[in-house]
């Protein structure tokens, strides 16, 4: 499987993006996803997390009730709402793959991310 993450850009604090993750390739639809971000000198943190038919998602204590995750297993895609947007959040934000199909961990099939710079 392929990934491809879109829809960053530059936003102002309290604003909002989507975030889209293109996938190709046929097993997409039988495996939970998530969503990533690393922000300039630190480490990757996880941020959300969505299980393969999206009925089970979790998320990062910072970004909890501001951000959510869904899925579209027909168009092969994740996304990732993200409202009231706040300057920490800047990073560059990236999906990859899940091992299994109901829990959102071991992942891989990591894809190029995409920018997001809030400013304040």
């Known amino acids: 499987v392929q990934l491809q993450a879109s829809g960053g850009g530059l936003v102002q604090a309290g604003g909002s993006l989507r975030l889209s993750c293109a996938a190709s390739?046929?097993?997409?639809?039988?495996?939970?996803m998530g969503w990533f971000r690393q922000a300039p000198g630190k480490e990757r943190e996880s941020v959300a997390g969505?299980?393969?038919?999206?009925?089970?998602?979790g998320y990062s204590d910072s970004v909890k009730g501001r951000f959510t995750i869904s899925r579209d297993n027909a168009k092969n895609a994740v996304y990732l709402q993200m409202n009231n947007l706040k300057p920490e959040d800047t990073a560059v934000y990236s999906c990859?793959?899940?091992?299994?199909?109901?829990?959102?961990?071991?992942?891989?099939?990591w894809g190029p991310g995409t920018l997001v710079t809030v400013s304040s």
């Open positions: 969505i299980n393969w038919n999206g009925g089970s998602t």
């Open positions: 990859a793959l899940s091992s299994h199909s109901h829990h959102y961990t071991d992942f891989h099939s």
């Open positions: 390739g046929r097993t997409f639809s039988s495996y939970a």
